[in-house]
């Protein structure tokens, strides 16, 4: 790949890390909704009645383990599917308020698809490079 | 490089079965994510730039500060636009994705945390730091395997 400003080379070395430093802000960001619903306000009325109502504190459990494996890319794909399917049951049974768009972002079932789908990128990828999975030399 | 598709060794699999399915996928893992996180982008930038959005947003864009508003309005309204697709299909994906990461840091700290704390439930800053973290990732990364600045062989 040749730089079109071949003064910025200098950032070559950073490429190497790009898909991890996704990834752990990633479960970074779900381990606060974790700490939330086991330590704070958060309940699990985001789910809806989609499972009945499910435990707070498993969700909450669920979420801050689970955050913090995809943070540091720990059995990355299997933890990866079941984020992205709490998430996807969170995107379906968010009520949309009249007069707000689906596409608009806030308190919509947007940012639960997006996670969704981000989470999807880690189950076709994996831990990848810079990972427990790959330190340990086991993976799924 | 990119770290974006390593090999995969059947030897390190739990399940060696999977090491089929995993060689087809892994690589698509980055694009998936890149593509996505464009495309959330342009149905925004949509608004902004044909359905009147544009003037909307100067209203918010004058109380943080910028000046001339409009002015401000439309460049984001651009960047929403062209810059989704653009990092869609992976063209000048750094200098785009970093636009994009200062916009979304000004949306983090400007618009959404004062109205909303951190919680996406109540609007907060949590939706724009997310696609900022991916924003920042694909500054790094660049385009990819599967980008038109790797067709092109020329990038930023």
């Not at chain 1, 958060?42 to 979420?63: T, Y």
């Not at chain 2, 893992?29 to 996505?36: D, T």
């Amino acid at each position: 790949m040749q730089k079109i400003i071949p003064g910025l080379v200098w950032y070559r070395p950073f490429e190497p890390f790009a898909y991890a430093f996704i990834r752990f802000c990633t479960g970074a960001i779900l381990m606060v909704h974790g700490v939330d619903r086991l330590f704070y306000r958060g309940s699990v009325a985001d789910f809806g009645a989609s499972f009945g109502h499910p435990p707070v504190s498993a969700i909450g459990a669920f979420e801050l383990v689970g955050g913090a494996m995809i943070a540091l890319g720990l059995l990355t794909r299997p933890i990866a599917l079941l984020s992205g399917l709490e998430w996807f049951v969170i995107a379906l049974a968010v009520p949309l308020k009249p007069g707000s768009s689906w596409f608009m972002l806030g308190a919509t079932p947007h940012y639960p698809s997006i996670i969704t789908a981000m989470c999807l990128a880690f189950v076709l990828r994996g831990g990848g490079y810079y990972s427990l999975d790959r330190l340990l030399g086991k993976e799924f | 490089m990119i770290d974006e598709a390593g090999t995969v060794d059947e030897s390190r699999l739990i399940i060696p079965q999977l090491a089929g399915i995993y060689r087809q996928a892994a690589s698509f893992g980055y694009v998936v994510l890149r593509v996505v996180i464009a495309l959330v982008f342009l149905p925004a930038g949509i608004d902004k730039m044909f359905l009147g959005g544009a003037a909307g947003v100067a209203g918010a864009i004058a109380k943080l500060g910028f000046a001339p508003p409009l002015v401000w309005a439309w460049i984001v309204a651009g960047l929403e636009f062209f810059g989704a697709i653009l990092l869609a299909l992976g063209l000048f994906t750094r200098p785009v994705a970093f636009a994009f990461a200062v916009e979304l840091t000004v949306i983090a700290v400007g618009i959404m945390a004062p109205r909303g704390g951190f919680f996406w439930t109540s609007g907060g800053a949590e939706v724009a730091l997310l696609l900022e973290a991916a924003m920042i990732g694909f500054v790094f990364g660049g385009g990819g395997r599967y980008s038109v600045d790797r067709l092109i062989g020329r990038e930023f």
